[in-house]
């Protein structure tokens, strides 16, 4: 191989790779979920670019309150956790609960 092949395959290979990282960084900055980073307010979803249709885990989103329009990254909501048996036993053991509260005494 050639000192000019060798010395294109590495620069070349070096830009294409700095690409890659750019793009990579910059969909990881993205904020998740559906609400708005600049207000809070939750966004509406819009229809996605060209490119976006190819990356499921984008949402291209509008805020109907500031105007803010962006990407968002599509997270799972998170699921309730439910207390195990272990962790029910654990409190069986620990200090009995207070009775619920009994409603006030009618007046007369
Ligand atoms: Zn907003």
Same mark, same amino acid.
């Given at each position: 191989m050639s000192d000019a092949a060798l010395?294109?395959?590495v620069f070349g290979g070096l830009f294409v &790779? !700095? $690409?890659i990282a750019a793009t990579?960084?910059?969909l990881w900055i993205l904020p998740d $979920?559906? !609400?708005c980073p600049q207000c809070d307010a939750e966004?509406?979803?819009?229809? #996605? +670019? &060209? /490119? &976006? !249709?190819y990356l499921r885990s984008f949402r291209s989103s509008w805020c109907m309150i500031c105007g803010w329009h962006g990407v968002h990254r599509v997270t799972k909501p998170t699921p309730i956790r439910r207390r195990s048996n272990a962790t029910r036993g654990a409190n /069986? +053991? +620990?200090a009995p609960t207070p009775p619920p509260a009994s409603p #006030? /005494?009618? !007046?007369?």
């Amino acid at each position: 191989m050639s000192d000019a092949a060798l010395f294109v395959f590495v620069f070349g290979g070096l830009f294409v &790779l !700095r $690409g890659i990282a750019a793009t990579v960084v910059f969909l990881w900055i993205l904020p998740d $979920g559906i !609400r708005c980073p600049q207000c809070d307010a939750e966004t509406a979803a819009m229809q #996605p +670019s &060209l /490119a &976006l !249709r190819y990356l499921r885990s984008f949402r291209s989103s509008w805020c109907m309150i500031c105007g803010w329009h962006g990407v968002h990254r599509v997270t799972k909501p998170t699921p309730i956790r439910r207390r195990s048996n272990a962790t029910r036993g654990a409190n /069986a +053991s +620990s200090a009995p609960t207070p009775p619920p509260a009994s409603p #006030p /005494a009618e !007046r007369r």
